[in-house]
């Protein structure tokens, strides 16, 4: 598998039942502390092995420093954060890269294992399939606020704590109740990597607003003016290929909010769909049904 329906990372098999999962991911500071924002980078990194239903098992850092502007203190909070994450993941640190740079940005290079007939990819979903979304949105908006020194103490908690969540448990209950398709929502917005999901299996993707979940104070920084460049560039790409909304409506932005360590926003079939949901509720881990697979329409995405 390669960059042909724009999935989560690649897949090389070395075996009849081991294929390697491959994946990288860079971003910049989100946060002031630089130990969260080590954190929050790895998750984000990991993220894409889970996605694919896979095992990650061995991660290599990528640093881009400004070494004349920083004191080395930071980069070793980032790395300790970023390490604490790996270790929670179970994964192997086995080395990485540091180029001199003016601007900060850390990520992760991270393999994963997967039996190649076990894979899940984000053009398989069907008709009639359910799809459930597992963290709340808002990371994009909420992180501009941030910058912008605007963000309620709240709202900066509650995205922290969901940036550093690793994707590790709905995943696992993902493969137990047969996902039909998976993706993580990431900085293509949850329209954008919905319509990803919608054209690789050739049909359209109905999403309910009313239903799906934000994070707190979302709202309220979108009336402040706290919209993130990236998700205004989304809603200009993404909403051609969307029915049944008012593009110049400020409700629907988070729906285009470019997420940083996302959830996943999974398909199954209706029964293992309310499976997926029963048990994620005894576990504890967050999950919403947000919308369904359709037959082909003329859109790839409807917002009702």
């Known amino acids: 598998m390669g960059p042909e329906t724009s999935d989560d990372a690649g897949v090389y098999r070395i075996g009849p039942e081991c294929a390697l999962v491959e994946t990288a991911d860079i971003i910049t500071p989100l946060v002031d502390d630089p130990f969260t924002f080590g954190r929050i980078a790895a998750a984000n990194a990991i993220s894409d092995v889970y996605a694919m239903g896979a095992r990650p098992v061995t991660a290599m850092n990528l640093v881009f420093f400004p070494s004349c502007a920083l004191p080395a203190e930071i980069l070793r909070d980032i790395l300790d954060g970023g390490n604490s994450v790996l270790k929670e993941a179970g994964v192997c640190l086995v080395g990485g890269h540091t180029v001199e740079d003016d601007e900060l940005k850390y990520g992760l290079s991270v393999t994963g294992l997967i039996d190649p007939n076990e894979i899940i990819r984000n053009s398989t979903a069907r008709p009639g399939d359910l799809l459930i979304l597992t963290q709340p949105l808002g990371t994009g908006i909420i992180s501009t606020a941030i910058k912008g020194e605007m963000a309620p ?44 999901m919608a054209r690789g299996a050739g049909l359209t993707i109905s999403l309910r607003v009313n239903d799906i979940p934000l994070m707190t104070g979302v709202r309220e920084l979108i009336s402040d003016g706290m919209v993130p460049a990236g998700c205004y560039r989304n809603r200009d790409h993404y909403a051609p290929l969307v029915a049944g909304m008012d593009a110049a409506d400020e409700a629907l932005l988070p729906l285009f909010d470019p997420q940083t360590s996302g959830g996943l926003l999974i398909a199954f079939p209706p029964e293992d769909a309310r499976r997926f949901l029963a048990q994620a509720e005894q576990r504890g881990i967050f999950a919403r049904q947000i919308g369904e697979a359709m037959k082909k329409q003329t859109a790839l995405v409807e917002v009702v």
């Open 153 to 196: 103490a709240a709202s900066v908690e509650e995205a922290a704590t969901w940036m550093t969540t690793l994707n590790r448990d709905a995943a696992a209950l993902m493969r137990e109740c047969h996902a039909t398709a998976a993706t993580d929502v990431t900085g293509f917005g949850l329209i954008g990597h919905a319509s990803e």
